[in-house]
């Protein structure tokens, strides 16, 4: 089993950056495919960024340019860097982790392992 916590949320005008963590307890994080999900206020949880077991990662097209996962396998941590912050992108941003499968997984039913969440707020 692995424990997720996510920290890095906060509150940012438009065009700012942020840069959300996802730290891994219980299990070496590299055995992991992991991915971000965002839910806004009255709207179901949608994918945002993952990144595979082997560094692979991928976008949706609203955050493609502006965010980008990467993987820190000595702290155990996947990061969410996001930058040029719209409004539309204030939402609870959860990370998830899978230990199996070879590629990025960006469907939110096949992932197992889940976080509490930390909220965004972007204003305009």
């Known amino acids: 089993q692995v424990q997720l916590v996510e920290s890095g949320g906060g509150l940012v005008q438009a065009g700012g950056s942020l840069r959300l963590s996802c730290a891994a307890s219980?299990?070496?994080?590299?055995?992991?495919?992991v991915g971000w999900f965002r839910q806004a206020p009255g709207k179901e949880r949608a994918f945002v960024a993952a990144?595979?077991?082997?560094?692979?990662?991928t976008y949706a097209d609203s955050v493609k340019g502006r965010f980008t996962i990467s993987r820190d396998n000595a702290k155990n941590t996947v990061s969410l860097q996001m930058n040029s912050l719209k409004p539309e992108d204030t939402a609870v941003y959860y990370c998830?982790?899978?230990?199996?499968?070879?590629?990025?997984?960006?469907?939110?039913?096949?992932?197992?392992?889940w976080g509490q969440g930390t909220q965004v707020t972007v204003s305009s």
């Open positions: 998830a982790a899978v230990s199996y499968g070879i590629g990025v997984v960006t469907t939110a039913s096949h992932y197992d392992h």
């Open positions: 219980g299990r070496t994080f590299s055995s992991y495919a």
């Open positions: 990144i595979s077991r082997s560094d692979r990662s």
